[in-house]
């Protein structure tokens, strides 16, 4: 149907056509700036303190080994509560509780940030990052990170990160859509035309802890 209107169409034209079917295929959402609730910046995080306007401060300790001594930091952060939440966390009516933690590798650089965020269902997965359930800001180590959401109701959820690599709060995507900085989704999973359908993200935490470990891909 495509070939049979392009032949009756002026070469600008065409061009033009396949020029937004392309860009539809490829198009990444979420690589705008998402929308800021009011009141609630983003959480920035590392080795210290997490910083919330919607908890107190929560104390971010490195990560130990079996013997108690200090491991390599490794952008280390860990969330408690409802720091940075403006969305309803999903009940399971029995009040049982679980912690998701998030290895993330394969970071080319550590220049700017990673961009980490909890989805609790498809709704804006991952096209707004605004309405994630949570959402932090990671400072890169040793090309890559480690964060633990602690807390977190049992439920299924997914994951969405970037590799903000200006650290402009944004995924920056070339003409057509396809982004030039990092992007990553929980089990490693891929889109074909486009980015991963949350079905093929998603995962339950139904017990005491959830592991993740996400690879960056760059296009």
Same mark, same amino acid.
């Given at each position: 149907?495509?070939?049979?209107?392009?032949?009756?169409t002026?070469?600008?034209?065409?061009?033009?056509?396949?020029f937004?079917?392309v860009?539809?295929?490829?198009?990444?959402?979420?690589?705008?700036?998402?929308? /800021?609730?009011?009141?609630?910046?983003?959480?920035?995080?590392?080795?210290?303190?997490? /910083?919330?306007?919607?908890?107190?401060?929560?104390?971010?300790?490195?990560?130990?080994?079996?013997?108690?001594s200090?491991?390599?930091?490794?952008?280390?952060?860990?969330?408690?509560?409802?720091?940075?939440?403006?969305?309803?966390?999903?009940?399971?009516?029995?009040?049982?509780?679980?912690?998701?933690?998030?290895?993330?590798?394969s970071?080319?650089?550590?220049?700017?940030?990673?961009?980490?965020?909890?989805?609790?269902?498809?709704?804006?997965?991952?096209?707004?990052?605004?309405?994630?359930?949570?959402?932090v800001?990671?400072?890169?180590?040793?090309?890559?990170?480690?964060?633990e959401?602690?807390?977190?109701?049992?439920?299924?959820?997914?994951?969405?990160?970037?590799?903000?690599?200006?650290?402009?709060?944004?995924?920056?995507?070339?003409?057509?859509?396809?982004?030039?900085?990092?992007?990553?989704?929980?089990?490693?999973?891929?889109?074909?035309?486009?980015?991963?359908?949350?079905?093929?993200?998603?995962? /339950?935490l139904?017990?005491?802890?959830?592991? /993740?470990?996400?690879?960056?891909?760059?296009?």
């Open positions: 149907m495509t070939m049979s209107i392009l032949k009756h002026s070469p600008s034209r065409a061009f033009i056509t396949v937004v079917a860009a539809g295929f490829f198009m990444l959402p979420g690589c705008s700036r998402p929308a /800021q609730h009011e009141g609630v910046p983003a959480s920035k995080t590392t080795a210290g303190t997490v /910083q919330s306007p919607a908890a107190d401060s929560v104390e971010v300790a490195a990560p130990t080994n079996a013997s108690g200090d491991l390599e930091p490794s952008g280390v952060g860990k969330v408690q509560g409802d720091v940075e939440s403006d969305v309803d966390a999903p009940s399971e009516g029995d009040g049982a509780v679980g912690t998701i933690t998030v290895n993330i590798t970071v080319r650089s550590a220049k700017g940030q990673l961009i980490v965020c909890l989805y609790n269902g498809a709704d804006g997965f991952p096209a707004d990052m605004g309405a994630a359930w949570k959402r800001e990671l400072e890169i180590q040793d090309a890559g990170g480690h964060l959401f602690s807390d977190v109701p049992h439920g299924e959820y997914a994951l969405w990160i970037a590799h903000d690599e200006n650290g402009n709060g944004e995924v920056d995507a070339n003409l057509i859509g396809i982004p030039k900085e990092g992007v990553g989704v929980s089990n490693n999973a891929k889109g074909r035309f486009g980015p991963p359908a949350y079905k093929d993200a998603r995962f /339950q139904d017990g005491e802890t959830h592991s /993740q470990e996400i690879e960056i891909t760059y296009f």
